[in-house]
């Protein structure tokens, strides 16, 4: 069946603006996680999703962060007022009673 | 700080060795410890998990050693090939909460 899709692929834009990232999971899929790798830093956890609620958001780095999940499947990461150190790739996951973690092939995100 | 401490950061092996590649944690709750493999433009793939209350799990190509007195772990890579040559991350969880990743360790394998 089909994976974890997240879109945009890339994502370039202007410091200060927001942007908006979108995850698809895998059908059926209870949990969805949002992950940011940064050169060098690894996976840094930011948001879980059990269905549509958050159980666990204290990755989110600041209030410029917010996330969404209806449904109990699209999610959607948006961040406010870019700014250049949130260029990164973020990942999506999605797990089945939070075991397996099957990942999107994230988005680009630069802020120029 | 940093909960996964993963060791070391890049890894050159020449084909047919063996790849090491090691990780300790502090929070002795953690209860899950997969290995995550990431190829270049792609998520993070599981490799192979292990559970603390076993020492060794072989799958393949693939052990992961668990010491838990020690509070390490670590996956080597038998026989290693240049399809291996990707990123790796170690992880760990505790009960009812997210997995917790390492800085990565990128494996070239030449041959």
């Known amino acids: 069946g089909a994976g974890v899709s997240q879109s945009p692929s890339n994502k370039v834009t202007e410091k200060g603006k927001d942007v908006e990232l979108r995850c698809d999971p895998i059908?059926?899929?209870?949990?969805l996680y949002w992950y940011r790798q940064s050169l060098g830093q690894g996976l840094e956890f930011l948001i879980y999703f059990q269905g549509n609620s958050a159980p666990d958001k204290s990755g989110l780095p600041s209030d410029r962060f917010s996330a969404e999940r209806t449904g109990g499947s699209v999610s959607t990461l948006t961040i406010q007022r870019t700014q250049q150190e949130d260029s990164a790739v973020y990942l999506c996951?999605?797990?089945?009673?939070?075991?397996?973690?099957?990942f999107g092939p994230g988005t680009r995100l630069l802020v120029l | 700080q940093q909960q996964v401490k993963q060791s070391p950061q890049s890894l050159i092996v020449q084909k047919g060795g063996i790849s090491i590649i090691n990780c300790a944690y502090e929070?002795?709750?953690?209860?899950?410890f997969p290995w995550y493999q990431q190829f270049p433009g792609k998520g993070p793939a599981l490799l192979i998990a292990i559970r603390p209350d076993v020492s060794e799990k072989k799958e393949g190509r693939f052990t992961i050693s668990f010491n838990k007195s020690a509070k390490q772990f670590s996956l080597h890579i038998m026989d290693s090939q240049p399809g291996d040559s990707a990123t790796y991350f170690c992880a760990a969880r505790e009960a009812g909460t997210a997995l917790i990743f390492g800085k990565g360790t990128t494996l070239s394998v030449s041959s």
């Open positions: 059908s059926g899929h209870t949990a």
């Open positions: 929070n002795t709750a953690f209860d899950y």
């Open positions: 996951a999605s797990s089945l009673e939070r075991r397996v973690l099957y």
